[in-house]
């Protein structure tokens, strides 16, 4: 019986579990396929199992599949088309290659190359770069298979680029001027179409084709007269500029399958430093884990490295062979015995009573709205938007809604300061040093400091409404050691209304705070204050200048939580959420240092 067996204390169990988890399912019946749910946005590997593509926010996007052309599927953001206005499209295709070998063949402007596998943008020149993320380009193209005229054009786009902790690339294209590059005589000056690039590895064990990644660009289009959609006549949308946008990424398919050379070429660790900050990493601490662990993805391979000699069949993973003594036991050893996840009642002190908390009797800075629909303010939303570990994550990665938040957010402060501040729980004027703040049980205060000019301060004040159990994870998180926490503290972000580029600037993923950017820590009497330095990350300090330029259309969500790594600390729970309706910068008000 499953509940008699308990061979977790043995490494190769732990090992050999991981990699034949799907054996199980065969002797649960047919129960656990009719609880694994149907997703496409996920990955089918050829295990048979979801892999998730790293989306932990449940979005409104309905894509539909409009085209296949040479191999690659074009999409429309039917939802969005329906308002009549722009359409949002994207081309997907999957290349034969890894993420880093796409993403360094997309971002090199030689014209040689470029000229085997781009069609529009073939001649392009550096005109400036800053910060290792962020360039300036300048372009020339003749769209004489595009237009009857045959009138020379030239452009100029800005673009930036980060890699997410999971290894995805994302690459952001915007039209722009630079004192460089005045209109030129013999020229029409253009405006290319914003787009973004998603570039994905897929994790697909065993696959016979090697490395394999995921690429993908959107792109929004102004339909003219019939060429999208509307009366079916694609032969004219095949002579439009997006088309030959969208064509890129058949092209970047084709060329890569053409030179399969190409990845012993480019020497990964060599040629990211020309695009990267290689110390994106700022903790000095990486977990057991390793650094292959990013948002909420696990390696693909959790086996110990114990140096076991014993002959027997071999289970080949991705990079590292498994040696199974015996298949038998192997399966039998996948019936761990049921460790229960946490009770939220154990995360506080359930011997005490709770007591009320009102925001109406703690202040701060920032307004609380009133409803949805109010502005440049802040309402604390439920944690159903947002997908998180599930009880059985561990085997077979499944995420679930999160519930409510364990915490409440009871004061938002919006601060305009010169410097970044930390340690805004020592001022006087501080929420938890007033008599109100000093009678709560605990409180969490998340200090986001934002890079800007001025700089800006968001003080979240997250309140429980009994003290804290110093066993359950929350208290270990709150008691323990920075490097622990650089390890635990995870930020789940969400554009619920704003600019599609901004959406995708931001992303969907769970970030480890920690591994991200510098995160302070000050724990005195009843809080723990967490500073987080936006500012030390060249690629945050992009996004968030992004995000502040269209602040006052967006409508933002943020989950706070403490990531589960091991059974006994599933599923995982949120700590506290916070949603700001369409901040205006010039409501924050200064902090006297």
């Known amino acids: 019986m499953e509940t008699e067996i308990n061979l977790e204390h043995q490494p190769r169990v732990r090992r050999v579990a991981h990699g034949l988890r799907n054996l199980i399912n065969i002797g649960q019946g047919p129960e656990s396929l009719l609880r694994k749910s149907s997703n496409l946005g996920r990955t089918v590997g050829l295990d048979g199992y979801l892999h998730g593509d790293g989306g932990d926010v449940i979005e409104a996007h309905e894509w539909k599949c409009v085209r296949t052309v040479n191999g690659i599927r074009i999409f429309e953001d039917v939802a969005k088309s329906k308002n009549g206005k722009a359409v949002l499209v994207k081309a997907v295709g999957v290349v034969d290659a890894s993420a880093d070998v796409v993403f360094e063949v997309f971002m090199n402007v030689d014209r040689h190359q470029r000229y085997e596998w781009d069609m529009l943008t073939g001649d392009l020149e550096l005109v400036e770069s800053l910060d290792g993320h962020f360039d300036v380009l300048y372009g020339t193209y003749e769209p004489r298979h595009l237009t009857r005229w045959h009138s020379r054009r030239d452009f100029v786009f800005s673009r930036q680029w980060f890699r997410a902790q999971d290894g995805t690339y994302t690459i952001l294209h915007f039209p722009t001027g630079h004192k460089k590059c005045p209109s030129k005589p013999g020229y029409r ?186 502005s440049n303010c802040w309402t604390s939303p439920s944690g159903a938007a947002f997908m998180i570990r599930g009880k059985t994550y561990l085997k077979d990665n499944t995420k679930v809604k999160g519930g409510d938040p364990l915490l409440q957010l009871i004061a938002v402060d919006w601060f305009k300061v010169e410097n970044c501040i930390s340690k805004v729980a020592l001022h006087p004027s501080s929420l938890v040093q007033s008599e109100a703040g000093k009678k709560l049980p605990f409180v969490l205060i998340v200090n986001l400091e934002v890079p800007a000019r001025p700089n800006y301060s968001l003080v979240l004040y997250y309140a429980a409404d009994r003290p804290v159990n110093k066993n359950s994870l929350l208290g270990k998180f709150i008691d323990g050691s920075d490097m622990f926490r650089d390890s635990r503290l995870k930020l789940i972000p969400s554009i619920v209304e704003g600019y599609w580029m901004v959406k995708r600037a931001v992303g969907t993923k769970a970030c480890l705070l920690g591994k991200a950017v510098t995160c302070k820590y000050l724990r005195q009497d009843n809080f723990l204050e967490i500073d987080v330095d936006i500012g030390s990350s060249s690629v945050a300090r992009g996004v968030i200048s992004l995000v502040l330029g269209y602040v006052t259309s967006l409508v933002v969500d943020l989950a706070i939580l403490i990531e589960a790594k091991e059974e006994a600390e599933l599923p995982e729970y949120i700590l506290g959420t916070v949603r700001l309706n369409r901040v205006k910068l010039d409501s924050a008000v200064p902090l006297e240092v």
Not at 209 to 231: D, F, S, T, Y
Not at 247 to 262: D, H, T, W
């Open 189 to 374: 000056r253009t405006e290319i179409n914003p787009s973004t690039w998603e570039i994905r590895s897929l994790n697909i064990t065993h696959s016979p084709h090697g490395a394999r990644c995921l690429v993908m660009q959107m792109v929004e289009i102004q339909p003219v007269g019939g060429c999208w959609g509307k009366n079916n006549e694609w032969s004219k949308f095949e002579k439009t500029v997006s088309y030959a946008f969208l064509s890129q990424v058949a092209g970047l398919k084709e060329y890569i399958g053409a030179n399969p050379s190409l990845a012993s070429e480019f020497l990964t660790t060599s040629l990211r430093s020309k695009f990267f900050d290689v110390s994106s990493s700022n903790s000095d601490h990486e977990d057991a884990n390793g650094a292959d662990e990013f948002y909420d993805a696990i390696s693909a391979d959790s086996s110990s490295d114990d140096d076991d000699s014993d002959n027997g069949e071999q289970f080949n993973g991705k990079d590292k062979k498994v040696k199974l003594k015996n298949i038998s036991w192997a399966i039998a050893s996948l019936a761990l015995k049921h460790t229960p996840g946490p009770d939220l009642n154990q995360e506080l002190d359930s011997r005490v009573p709770p007591i009320v908390l009102d925001p109406r009797h703690y202040h701060g800075s920032f307004r609380q709205g009133k409803d949805e629909t109010d």
